[in-house]
């Protein structure tokens, strides 16, 4: 199984902590193990304690004028400038294509990474005589893309049916560095209350088969027919991390490490922590806030550990029931409050949440970025909110076409 420690069978969970072994290198993976490696010293923990950051985008390829998802990623291939090629890759079905950026330390470096990669994909899609689109899941009804060629995904297929029905499901990943896997796993305890309101941040797929679903992110509701879809479960420890996820691939519910699709996990390639709760942002702003704010949450809890305080023991089903409002509401109604229990305004619980990381993005220089991208999105609302203002305009899904169109590319970002 790659990336993971070998450990025994058995009816008990080991505590302690099993060999963690080294990383000379740090940057973001994908579930295919791939990934951009980072250039320069800076080890997982950064700079005088500052954690690096880096992210995977996940796009679909569709055609200009009905909207459906093309299989078009190879032609898309034919046409990726050398330079931005390392950083490039397939997805899961062949409508889909994928990014990942160099981990580093300041947030402008990642938007200029980003920026150059989403510009670069826009212009291939187009000479491929197709349109890059940063959106959840498809807008229209249409056939199925097959899956790539790939002999893991086949078994994927084989081993679990048809889960995906429409053009590809595409997400966005957040990896911050972390000291060691034991430490990680305390953080992923900590992180656990807070990921929903995240969750609400990112929704971006309200629509599906030319219809308004109702929900803010209905990738959310597809993406959750796999059975390791789930909020990350209480961990004890490092080795019981390990244990688990080995016995998880033993009942064949994973085919390997990869397929654990927990909402935050350890990568299983990098010093990282995973954040993979969301749809993918449709522009480079709310990339950028995604990123600086998980960063900081990240941050916090590992601040949290050092100095001992424990995380909130949250219930499972309660975190599944904030997740899924977090999915059908966005930003626009409610969120659950996963400490104190009830629903309150998400707005209000996003406050919550960026008072409580405020140090951490003061301490990484990030606070006056993070304060004005929250404004702008509070004055024009999530990905799935202006995606049905766009359509309110005429009734017209091409309009929300063009709209995410000119957002993945970055036309309407802060430069």
Request: charged share 20%.
């Amino acid at each position: 199984m790659a990336g993971s420690v070998a450990m025994a069978q058995g009816a008990t969970i080991p505590q302690g902590t099993a060999n963690q072994g080294t990383t000379s290198s740090q940057g973001t993976t994908s579930s295919q193990g791939t990934a951009p490696q980072a250039t320069g010293p800076a080890g997982p923990a950064g700079t005088a304690g500052l954690r690096t950051v880096g992210v995977e985008e996940e796009f679909l390829l569709v055609d200009p004028d009905t909207g459906q998802g093309v299989p078009a990623v190879d032609r898309v291939f034919e046409h990726v400038p050398d330079d931005l090629r390392g950083q490039v890759q397939h997805e899961f079905q062949t409508s889909q294509i994928e990014i990942g950026s160099p981990p580093g330390l300041e947030l402008g470096a990642l938007r200029h990474s980003l920026g150059l990669l989403r510009a670069g994909l826009a212009d291939a899609a187009e000479a491929a005589g197709v349109r890059l689109l940063a959106v959840g899941a498809g807008l229209v009804d249409g056939p199925v893309p097959p899956v790539v060629d790939n002999p893991r995904f086949h078994r994927m297929v084989e081993q679990f049916g048809p889960l995906v029905d429409g053009p590809g499901n595409n997400g966005m990943h957040v990896h911050v560095g972390i000291p060691d896997p034991e430490t990680g796993v305390q953080v992923l305890n900590h992180l656990r209350p807070w990921l929903p309101i995240l969750h609400a941040v990112t929704t971006n797929s309200p629509f599906q088969n030319g219809q308004d679903t109702g929900y803010a992110s209905w990738r959310s509701m597809l993406w959750e027919r796999w059975p390791s879809v789930a909020p990350t479960p209480w961990l004890e420890s490092h080795a019981h991390y390990q244990w688990l996820v080995d016995q998880l691939v033993a009942t064949g519910m994973l085919l390997d490490e990869g397929m654990v699709y927990w909402y935050a996990r350890l990568s299983a390639h990098y010093p990282t922590v995973e954040i993979r709760i969301g749809d993918v942002c449709p522009s480079l702003d709310d990339t950028i806030l995604v990123a600086g704010l998980v960063r900081a949450l990240v941050g916090t809890a590992l601040t949290d550990v050092e100095q001992g305080r424990e995380p909130v023991r949250i219930d499972h089903h309660l975190l599944t029931a904030a997740h899924w409002r977090a999915a059908h509401d966005g930003l626009d109604g409610l969120a659950v409050d996963p400490v104190r229990g009830g629903t309150m305004p998400a707005w209000q619980l996003l406050d919550r949440l960026v008072e409580k990381v405020t140090p951490e993005l003061e301490r990484h220089g990030d606070l006056p970025e993070i304060s004005d991208l929250l404004d702008r999105l509070r004055k024009d609302g999530t990905g799935a909110t202006r995606q049905r203002a766009a359509y309110a305009r005429r009734g017209e899904l091409s309009d929300v076409v063009a709209d995410l169109a000119r957002q993945t590319r970055g036309d309407d970002s802060q430069q």
